[in-house]
């Protein structure tokens, strides 16, 4: 199983088809539901996507087709994905909490000719653009709660499709073979939007090629192997889980657990208890941010032996993780603290039995980061993109740290532009843009070598990348020295209480910024400290509140100034913002980044008051709420200015 | 008017409703002197999602408990699957397959989300304290049958994530849904919600509708509600029942009811001669 | 093992104490139970162990019931059947006595004060005492009878022996205490398995956290309060045995109803387990108290400790150890 040479299994359906004859009882699916979990072997899922198959065939589903698939992660829609392909169509998975206008725009583009939606929620949206969009002629939905007041004429139950396709299997059988094996390495298989930090989302294409060698060299680095358990919990659509959940889940023939419902996701994920776990820096933040306030609640003893263990774990987990040497005594304690609060501890969160365990995407704070591994768990970074299937670098075993993404990929080359711009070049590397000549062209150029729009550096000594920020983000201040506002950013997100950070100073005198404060961490530290208020906005503003960022801003001051090249990416002036920036008012991506520009245009007035020198600006913010009604909140921001090292003193100094 | 069809009609909505599942006849009910209700007549038909409306202090809660037996009413009939309903106490209203929630919330804090709604089912429960005793293993396949009931519930009202959680520590919009949950999980014939939406902000209010109006749709289930918000009654009923000081003022369909002189006098607070 | 005499002994007290412990928990026990499903403080507790004793050794020894009564018939004199009963049918018999009581009980007083405050209810219990004390003593005399249902009495040999071994000092035990604390125990869990797992279990939870909830999901009130009683029944049957068999069936039995307030207090009125505890604290405090203070005050101090201890409690934790906290709303 360790190769693939000349393609053997030159699609996921093959790969499908493989499990179900090499391990036909083996566990391929679970999924909770009315609160037992279900199971499906290889061999019965198989059954099911070969039905499902026949089912798309009866519907008339023809070759090049794109289907669209929107919901949450559920056996039945990676199901449809696989069903897709094997009728040679290409499966196009959605971001279920697009706003209407944003489906739209998606499932125009592809020329989706069906969709297959979780629930009505979906359908609804669908239902609403097809007046425009003539080309959906198919919808199938996998939910049948409120539907039977539908119009059933383009419309049916997944049920139904399968049992039509088990019904027919005579008509349908050796078409649908025949359709299986015309799929080759070069087809397609799977297309994905990307979220897209500017302009329109594109839809990234990705060849079989792509994702089996992928997922069979990112399979092979960390030993991942059937048996395997993984949690299906992140967006379809986004290229992370199609990798995890159907690439490397077929290559290795691995199960993919799906939770019963958003809400129940940690006891989904303590139940299961993975083997294999990815998720963004936001979610192991929030874990650790849960586990410290309920530290916070426990008796002093608890929290003494808490704290003690802790303290030790900090020193001695990760080198004892790394299988680096370390004194008896250490190893005993540790030991000890492993049977009265790693162990328990890790239970809790679920990830008792995590062998691998990866997060991307952001940058992750050191001491969250070293929290993980110091309890045992190994927890690595990596560092990739749609376009490139994942996968560009990422950290072996024993090379761990959490200032750098890792070394290249297996099957990766790397090479960094004049402009300190990131480019790389591996099987991975995505077809092209659908429907986009010009941003293909102007991504990948002839020798295949696609930019990644991040600036970085590669580490002498021990190959490991390094990324400063977005390339097209690291500009010059008005004095010519060097402006990296996401790394600034970064440094001031490690902080609990700061949720988000956005600095400006590009072609300016100085840097400035404005903090978003988290509400569960501040709000805590506010009720410890008897500090009350009514809301977001009145805590945002409190002088306390706004005297700690001030100590946050000042340490990351210190800190930046230690780097000379960075020295002028200092924050002079900052603000506390009165509202979360929100995807839905567009000041953040679908996946959390920070859309500069917009937030720039947006608050104006506030980067205005910022460089003017005021202490307080009074203004008014659009916002939209959930369901899409427009309000405007109002308030008076106070401006607070920060100490900066001077750079020259410095240099004195040394 | 709709009396008139004794086999039931169809809503612009396409759903069938059925004959009469339970009518009342002249009620009357006093408290010492003071009438509460007086000499009212009405009737819920099967399917149907049939509202109670008016002002505080019409008697609409008084309505909804003499259906469901907290209390007797001095004169008149309740008729219930064609058959007049002797007096009855409340655990045998329940019994009949009348499930109701109550104004205040009425749960078991002490017990878990999933043992409250098992509660539901208790009446449904055949094996009995000796056989329970005797034959543990059929009991437990009982148990099994009763909590897969109460599971699709769980996850039709999408409580989830709060299934091990004691009720007492819930925010108040999610007990409300528990005790919905725990009146459906009796199956009944007629559910009766004492203001669902009371004490609700308009995203609770929008979720609690679309519960009953799925809950109607997926089960089939009668449903009489009483909300004094009309705003939400109208959009939600087939047909609605307005009273104001005990007295019955008017009766028919949403629209019928809104053109109704005496129905807009009460809401406007026009004086009483 | 060598250990100081006075650690020997005081162990040897301690020992002793946790088992008489489980003796009160056992009466505590009853009074929980009606306590948490309907809310009445019952008084008749103790009574109720007595009457349980009483009816036990009588329908064991063939008394006729109500001799006293029926020999006032001029030319009528009865006393006996002239048969013993089997003591394991005895129980049973007074088991179904006891589950006939509840029903009594239940038609006659507990109906016509529903909704009534819990002062009437108590005092309710107050008369049901009076006339249950009466009632035993008219149904099967006056006199002061044993209990004799098999138990083991005397000193436990073996733990005398193992001690023997252990410590070169042979521990006084009553057997009769062990046996207690197995049948308390084997009690104990029952009613957790049945209140936990049983449907009528469910039901009774339920009327005890909510009685307007419980009738809306079709519990009939008078069911459960009739089982409640019938195992509150049971309870003090087995109360009265276990006493009886220590002590004599006589008045002086009721009055462990006395020994039972302050197990409450400590554990309070709401908690199986707190009933437990209570009682084990209350057992082994005043058996060490008597052995470390009582000397210095002139001994007899097993008559007030366990009041005093639980006036302390009432003082700085008013809910018991493992009752419901009481909030004030205002």
Sequence with gaps: MSSNAGGEYPSIPALLARNAREHPALAAYREKEFGIWQSWTWAQAQAEIRALAMGFLALGMARGDHVAVIGRNRPALYWSMVAAQMCGAVPVPLYQEATGDEMAYVLDHCGARFVVCGDQEQVDKVIEVQDEIRHIEQVVYLDKRGMRKYDHSHLNALKDVVAEGRAAHHRFEAELDARIRELGYDSTCVMLYTSGTTGRPKGVVLSNRNIIETSRASSEFDRLRAGDEVLAYLPMAWVGDFIFSIGQAMWTGFCVNCPESPDTMMTDLREIGPTYFFAPPRIFETMLTNVMIRMEDAGRLKKRLFDHYMALARRVGPAILDGKPVSASDRLGYAIGNLLIYGPLKNTLGLTRVRVAYTAGEAIGPEIFDFYRSLGINLKQLYGQTEASVFITQQPDGEVRSDTVGVPSPGVELRIGDSGEVFYRSPGTFVEYFNNPDSTASTKDAEGWVATGDAGFIEAGTGHLRIIDRAKDVGKMADGSLFAPKYVENKLKFYPSILEAVVFGAGRQMCTAFINIDLTAVGNWAERNNISYGSYQELSQHPQVIEMIRGHVEEVNRSVAEDPMLSGCQVHRFLVLHKELDADDGELTRTRKVRRATIGEKFADLVEALYGGAASIYTETEVTYEDGRKGAIKATLTISDAAVVPVSQKVAAE | ?273 | ?330
């Design chain 3, 1 to 330: 093992m060598v250990l100081p005499d006075q650690v020997l002994f005081a162990m040897e007290a301690a020992l002793n104490g946790l088992l008489s412990g489980v003796m009160y928990a056992l009466v505590a026990l009853g009074f929980v139970l009606i306590f948490k499903a309907s809310g009445i403080f019952n008084y008749a507790q103790g009574v109720m162990a007595l009457f349980a004793a009483l009816t036990l050794v009588g329908i064991q020894q063939g008394q006729v019931p109500f001799a006293d009564l029926i020999n006032l018939i001029p030319g009528v004199e009865v006393h006996s059947f002239g048969w013993t009963v089997p003591s394991v049918l005895a129980i049973v018999l007074t088991g179904l006595v006891m589950i006939g009581m509840a029903l009594i009980i239940e038609a006659l007083i507990l109906k016509h004060l529903v909704n009534q405050p819990p002062i009437i209810l108590f005092m309710a219990t107050i008369g049901l005492a009076y006339f249950l004390e009466g009632l035993g003593d008219t149904m099967w005399g006056a006199d002061i009878k044993t209990m004799d249902v098999g138990l083991p009495q005397g000193m436990s040999g073996t733990i005398d022996n193992v001690t023997n071994a252990w410590f070169g000092y042979g521990f006084y035990v009553d057997q009769l205490n062990i046996v207690a604390t197995v049948v308390a125990a084997v009690l104990v869990a029952l009613l957790m398995l049945f209140s936990q797992y049983s449907k009528q279990g469910r039901a009774l939870r339920a009327v005890a956290d909510d009685h307007q909830a419980a009738l809306s999901v079709g519990i009939s009130l008078r069911f459960i309060w009739v089982l409640v009683w019938s195992i509150a029944g049971f309870v003090a049957l087995v109360a009265g045995i276990m006493w009886g068999a220590r002590s004599g069936v006589q008045f002086s039995l009721s009055l462990i109803a006395l020994k039972a307030l302050p197990v409450l207090m400590l554990g309070g009125f709401t908690s199986i387990p707190g009933a437990i505890v209570g009682g084990l604290i209350i057992g082994i405090g005043e058996q060490l108290f008597e052995f470390w203070v009582g000397p210095l005050v002139g001994g007899a101090t097993e008559n007030w400790f366990a009041y005093v201890l639980a006036l302390v409690f009432l003082v700085f934790r008013p809910q018991g150890l493992f009752g419901e906290k009481i909030i004030e709303r205002v």
């Design chain 2, 1 to 273: 008017m709709l009396d008139a069809n004794p086999e039931g009609y169809t809503t612009a909505d396409g759903r069938k409703i059925g004959g009469v599942l339970m009518e009342m006849r002249n009620i009357t009910l006093r408290f010492g002197g003071v009438k509460a209700i007086t000499d009212i007549s009405f009737d819920i038909r099967e399917g149907e999602i049939r509202a109670i409306i008016g002002p505080n202090g019409a008697g609409k809660s008084s309505m909804l408990n003499v259906i469901s037996g907290f209390y007797v009413p001095q004169e008149g009939e309740v008729w219930f699957h064609g058959q007049r309903r002797a007096p009855m106490k409340p655990y045998e209203v329940a019994r009949q397959g009348i499930a109701r929630t109550f104004q205040n919330i009425a749960l078991f804090d002490g017990m878990s989300v999933l043992d409250n709604i098992m509660t539901g089912r208790l009446t449904m429960m055949k094996t009995g304290l000796f056989s329970q005793a005797l034959w543990w293993g059929r009991a437990q396949a009982e148990e099994t049958e009763h909590r897969e009931k109460v599971e699709r519930i769980i996850d039709f009202l999408e409580i989830q994530s709060i299934r091990k959680t004691p009720v007492g520590r819930l925010p108040y919009g999610l007990k409300k849904r528990v005790e919905l949950a725990r009146a459906l999980a009796a199956e009944p014939k007629l559910l009766l919600l004492d203001e669902p939406m009371a004490g609700m902000n308009v995203e609770e209010k929008e979720d609690m509708s679309r519960f009953i109006l799925d809950v109607n749709d997926e089960f089939g289930t009668t449903i009489a509600l009483i909300e004094h918000d009309m705003g939400v009654v109208m959009d939600l009923s087939d047909r609605v029942v307005v009273m104001d000081y005990g007295k019955k003022i008017g009766d028919g369909t949403p629209d019928e009811v809104r053109a109704n002189q005496a129905v807009i006098d009460a809401y406007l607070g026009v004086a009483h001669d």
